[in-house]
């Protein structure tokens, strides 16, 4: 199917490519898509820019965000948490209603250093302020607590005995988004916390996460949930 | 040695039993003993009242907050996040100065009713503000992620194949704590996230836990880092 990807960072290059490699019609937006091409700079972990990877995979095309938003008939925001509302904007109330938009952004607070803050947390987040911001929506927060790699490839870690999490308030959207999670990426346990406000409790998760990755040393480690 | 629990919750009961067990000399400390002991409703888990736990438990003794912090070589808080800090201050910098304080609370504000929020969260902690506030303490946060039976039994869940946290300033009051708990406790996985400030990723987990036992319905639940 076609799909829009918002975002063109690790995360955005990581999903297109295994999306892509489904045999998805993908579209990368971004801001300004002259400029994102131009850039022959590494990415922030190191990966190649977009113009290469673009270049190894010619299937993926690049639009702005309103054009990913408009071609895709399920749309990813894989923008960092600090961008996501305006790169929505940018995308379109129109170009995504009635969609299912799969959230994977985390409100992360660079601004004072490491580890990071939360920019909205405890009592909203910002799985909801997407959904209120966009009602038309159907928003599923899902693949905010695991790194890029692992995202697309469970079963690199202890041959996927990890959990993913998911929630939204559209339940026809998360069994969608949960079919392509566990026979698209190999996702074996997903579990399904209830609807959108639960994402507090995902992204609450992270000020976790980058600690354990401090400790660690290493972002290629998960949750597994024992019950 | 000679312990001291602070509070009668079902964590301080299970605590209590557990490190009389051990073998260990144990007084819980409460505000008011008398009352305390009069009480003859079952506590908030059912779990039987705090005379009838002392009842089955008689080298276990009961005294006020002071008292039981003055008796302890080391210091257990298992107080509500709501009455940690008062709790403390009950106890006295003079009866707690030098020794290990294992800090078991979590800011959890249930006024707003389930899930329950945070009372301090991402540019703080209860683990720092009780570090703060007694800095005469060795402050070691663990315990805090798992529900009371778990804590003293993981053994039970999963052959105990899930992780701790421990997080402190004083490295020789982590490594005393995480004896007790590989060794007293039964935990195979004891993870050191660092310093004190660590405290907010513990803490901030717990919005995540709170969603995991109402989707699961269930309490005996914890999570293994897979790495």
């Given amino acids: 199917m ?5 975002g063109t960072s690790i995360v955005g290059k990581t999903l297109a490519g295994k999306l892509s490699s489904l045999g998805h019609d993908v579209m990368i937006g971004t801001r300004d898509p002259v400029a994102t091409r131009a850039r022959t700079a590494p990415g922030s972990f190191g990966e190649p820019p977009l113009s290469a990877f673009l270049a190894d995979q ?5 639009g702005t965000f309103a054009q990913a938003a408009a071609h895709g008939e399920a749309v990813f925001n894989a923008t960092s948490g600090q961008a996501t509302l305006e790169a929505l904007a940018l995308a379109g ?3 995504l209603d009635g969609k299912v938009l799969v959230d994977l952004s985390n409100p992360l607070d660079f601004s004072r250093g490491m580890p990071p803050s939360l920019t909205v947390c405890n009592d909203d987040s910002l799985g909801e302020r997407v959904q209120r911001a966009f009602p038309g929506v159907k928003v599923v927060k899902t693949l905010n607590t695991v790194n890029a790699y692992l995202m697309v490839a469970p079963g690199q870690l202890a041959g996927g005995d990890h959990t993913l999490f998911v929630c939204g308030d559209d339940a026809g959207a998360k069994a969608w988004v949960t079919t392509l999670l566990r026979d698209g990426f190999g996702w074996r346990d997903v579990l399904d916390l209830g609807g959108i406000a639960m994402a507090r409790g ?4 992270l000020p976790l996460w980058v600690r354990l990755y401090g400790a660690l040393q290493n972002p290629n480690f998960s949750i597994k949930v024992v019950r």
């Avoid at 076609?2 to 918002?6: M, S, V």
């Avoid at 010619?58 to 690049?62: G, H, I, K, M, R």
């Avoid at 995902?202 to 998760?205: C, Q």
């Fill in 58 to 62: 010619p299937a993926v095309t690049l």
């Fill in 2 to 6: 076609k799909i829009g990807i918002l």
């Fill in 202 to 205: 995902t992204e609450m998760y």
């Fill in 93 to 95: 109330a129109a170009n």
